[in-house]
């Protein structure tokens, strides 16, 4: 039974480079992304580190849970995770190659054929796994659901669940709304309806497996060779696995195409849900901006 780990964390399983300090961590200045308190800087080819005060230890979490049960799944493999002077270190293989998002437009058809090919593959790996909770949906830690609609609106915000059941699991999303939407003070003629609504229309869900955030910004692809016409194929890598967990069975396909930068539906990386679900589901995900917005 999965057991999430305890920090500080080494991972012992795999062929690990020779680690950087938290202080080599913090010189370094090949930094790839930054946002508030959180950076992620590449030591060197081998090692990326995402590290920060507001950082969480669920993501470090998924990386371990992925190599451990599902290991066919192409994420980075985390070589250690800790705490150093209220920062948290998150040391990881560093993914070759380079986000989707800087080349979709620039290749071919088939190209994009084959990069689809290996995200579908991805994606259907995460699919068949079973959760080790019955009936859990939640983080990959045991604990909450990492997504921004689950991020509490009441005073004291934390993210909600976990949930066991999916009618929970919906509970939490249409109450949070109504948080929302009462906190400014706004009318909750929306709140009323999905709280009637969506509790018969989102059911018979099993808890799947959940990247939560697929979109080319998060997608590193990498050439791995050329066929006799000049195209090529890549290797395809999933990171920031950040909202990773147990969602229902429509969630990463809502998640991915609800987004202004993701792939587009024609790509065929996702199976669309019925029609039913999708028309549910969107008003909530697509808050409109605003006071009201979950965002």
Do not use: C, H, M
């Given at each position: 039974m999965w057991q999430p780990v305890t920090l500080p964390f080494k991972n012992g399983s795999l062929p690990r480079p020779t680690l950087p300090t938290p202080d080599e961590i913090r010189a370094c200045t090949t930094i790839l992304w930054e946002r508030s308190s959180v950076k992620v800087v590449a030591v060197n080819d081998e090692i990326v580190v995402?590290?920060?005060?507001?950082?969480?230890?669920?993501?470090?979490q998924a990386l371990v849970y992925l190599e451990r049960y599902v290991p066919s799944v192409p994420a980075p493999r985390l070589y250690a995770m800790y705490r150093d002077a209220k920062q948290l270190f998150l040391v990881m293989q560093r993914a070759p190659g380079v986000p989707l998002s800087?080349?979709?437009?620039?290749l071919t058809e088939?190209?994009?054929?084959?990069?689809v090919t290996e995200l579908r593959k991805a994606v259907d790996t995460l699919r068949q796994a079973k959760s080790p909770w019955p009936d859990f949906y939640g983080g990959l830690d045991g604990g909450s659901v990492h997504h921004y609609l689950f991020w509490c609106r009441k005073v004291g915000g934390k993210y909600l669940g976990p949930f066991h059941g999916e009618a929970a699991f919906v509970a939490g999303l249409t109450g949070n709304y109504r948080a929302a939407i009462e906190r400014d003070g706004l009318p909750d003629f929306k709140a009323r309806f999905y709280e009637t609504s969506l509790l018969h229309v989102l059911q018979g869900h099993r808890p799947t497996l959940t990247h939560g955030d697929i979109q080319p910004k998060n997608i590193v692809v990498a050439e791995k060779g050329r066929n006799s016409r000049g195209q090529r194929s890549f290797d395809v890598m999933l990171v920031d696995?950040?909202?990773?967990?147990?969602?229902?069975?429509?969630?990463?396909y809502f998640s991915a195409t609800r987004r202004s930068s993701a792939l587009p539906p024609e790509a065929g990386v996702f199976s669309s849900p019925a029609?039913?679900?999708?028309?549910?589901?969107?008003?909530?995900?697509?808050?409109?901006?605003?006071?009201s917005s979950l965002r």
């Open positions: 995402k590290f920060g005060t507001s950082l969480n230890a669920w993501e470090g800087s080349i979709w437009r620039s088939p190209e994009k054929d084959d990069i696995w950040e909202e990773a967990g147990w969602y229902p069975d429509f969630w990463e029609p039913r679900q999708y028309y549910a589901e969107s008003p909530v995900i697509e808050v409109p901006p605003g006071r």
